[in-house]
């Protein structure tokens, strides 16, 4: 059963770059069948999707955020990445990561990881 | 870009009762929805994609039905457990956009 998990810094300051890692386990990140993806929540506020990676390094990225997002894959680690850059309070968010079969719909979810960006 | 707007934000309803959420899309998306369960403080989980396919493991009181741009999410006799938020979820054209989400709470 494939399982993913969130890691990295809970706190960011404004203008800095928000890293986090996605570590899938029970499963191949290299899997010819899923695409992996990230999508946030703000506190209170619904869903909205960031982007999603293959695992040959093709990625797509929401446009209102394409300008500042970089997804990444690793696959000696399977594992994938987010960077946002230049984030402000509006990034404020729970953070998760998801796989996508074939691009579709979400399934299964990692459990999230909240990060601040605050001075 | 395609909108997807749910009603009624927000529904109480009691034990036993039908409960039904709808999704509108803002143009045809023929049948690539999704719909998703989220808990306090927990990560959404799918319940039904290609609009009306029941994910492995869900209870089969919820179902889907639809295409086009007008969809619902059906809990045929609501539990306590079903205490959610509901989110809508298109899957088209490489753009996947949420509904706002419809609250449900217990009478």
């Known amino acids: 059963q494939v399982q993913l998990l969130e890691s990295g810094p809970g706190l960011v300051k404004p203008s800095e770059t928000l890293a986090l890692t996605c570590t899938v386990s029970g499963g191949s990140i290299s899997d010819n069948s899923h695409y992996w993806a990230w999508i946030r929540q703000p506190p209170g506020k619904g869903l909205e999707w960031i982007g999603n990676v293959f695992h040959s390094g093709k990625t797509f990225y929401n446009t209102s955020l394409k300008s500042r997002v970089s997804i990444a894959v690793d696959m000696s680690r399977n594992q994938f990445s987010l960077k946002i850059m230049s984030v402000t309070a509006t990034d404020t968010a729970v953070y998760y990561c998801a796989r996508q079969p074939s691009s579709f719909w979400f399934d299964p979810w990692g459990q999230g990881t909240p990060v601040t960006v605050s001075s | 870009d395609i909108q997807m707007t749910q009603s009624p934000s927000s529904l109480s309803a009691s034990v036993g009762d039908r409960v039904t959420i709808t999704c509108r899309a803002s143009?045809?998306?023929?049948?690539?929805l999704a719909w998703y369960q989220q808990k306090p403080g927990k990560a959404p989980k799918l319940l039904i994609y290609?609009?009306?396919t029941l994910q492995s493991g869900v209870p089969s009181r919820f179902s889907g039905s639809g295409s086009g741009t007008d969809f619902t999410l059906t809990i045929s006799s609501l539990q306590p457990e079903d205490v959610a938020t509901y989110y809508c979820q298109k899957y088209t054209s490489v753009s996947y956009i949420f509904g706002q989400g419809t609250k449900l709470e217990i009478k």
């Open positions: 143009q045809g998306i023929d049948n690539y």
């Open positions: 290609a609009a009306s």
